[in-house]
């Protein structure tokens, strides 16, 4: 069985840094293209960031040169390292995992498989 | 970057009707549409891949259609259970986004 847990959540300070950690179960974080999306409260899905199986990686706009995703293929872990954090990132992160439909088309995918989330509170 | 527009944004329905959400994206994205289902307080659950296919295990009263730019999702008998916040998402191009959700709420 697939599972997913994020952990790192909590209050942050504007402007300071924190980590989210998403440990994954039942299959290998480095064999898959694995995301970040986010749900600020009461509002809709952002995509954030995915990092693909052959390490290239990719940002949302609002997010550039400040959060950094990366994983430890040893720990089976996901990770999304968030700096200069900002009020409107407050948000729950979900790690979610693509899954191929058709592995021959690059654009055949959707979000299979999602951690539980957790909560980010950006706050002075 | 590809924008999906969801209507309507809520809507109120009671158990047995049949309920259309639809979904457009701002460009063509061929059939590269994907339909979540979302509870309050959990992960979005996937039910409907390539703009019509039925993820597995999820209940044959949920159907979806479209290409292009116009796409639907129907709810064929309302249950109690599927009262809920939808989203579409396109995986046509890199940022994957997400329509803004519907919310389905009980009449």
């Known amino acids: 069985e697939v599972q997913l847990v994020e952990s790192g959540g909590g209050l942050i300070q504007p402007g300071g840094s924190l980590r989210l950690s998403c440990a994954a179960s039942?299959?290998?974080?480095?064999?898959?293209?694995m995301s970040w999306v986010r749900q600020a409260p009461g509002k809709g899905l952002e995509w954030v960031s995915v990092?693909?199986?052959?390490?290239?990686?990719y940002y949302a706009d609002s997010v550039k040169g400040r959060f950094t995703i990366s994983r430890d293929n040893s720990k089976n872990t996901l990770y999304l390292q968030m700096n200069s954090l900002r009020a409107e990132d407050t948000a729950v992160y979900y790690c979610?995992?693509?899954?191929?439909?058709?592995?021959?088309?690059?654009?055949?995918?959707?979000?299979?498989?999602w951690g539980q989330g957790t909560l980010v509170t950006v706050s002075s | 970057d590809i924008q999906m527009t969801q209507s309507p944004s809520s809507l109120s329905a009671s158990v047995g009707d049949r309920v259309t959400i639809t979904c457009r994206a701002s460009?063509?994205?061929?059939?590269?549409l994907n339909w979540y289902q979302q509870k309050p307080g959990k992960a979005p659950k996937l039910l409907i891949y390539?703009?019509?296919s039925l993820q597995s295990g999820v209940p044959s009263r949920f159907s979806g259609s479209g290409s292009g730019t116009d796409f639907t999702l129907t709810i064929s008998s309302l249950q109690p259970e599927d009262f809920a916040t939808y989203y579409c998402?396109?995986?046509?191009?890199?940022?994957?986004?997400f329509g803004q959700g519907t919310r389905l709420e009980i009449k």
């Open positions: 979610a995992a693509l899954y191929y439909y058709d592995s021959s088309d690059p654009r055949a995918n959707d979000f299979d498989y």
């Open positions: 039942g299959f290998t974080v480095s064999s898959n293209y």
């Open positions: 990092i693909y199986s052959g390490g290239s990686t």
């Open positions: 460009q063509s994205i061929s059939s590269y």
């Open positions: 390539a703009a019509s």
């Open positions: 998402q396109q995986s046509y191009s890199t940022p994957d986004t």
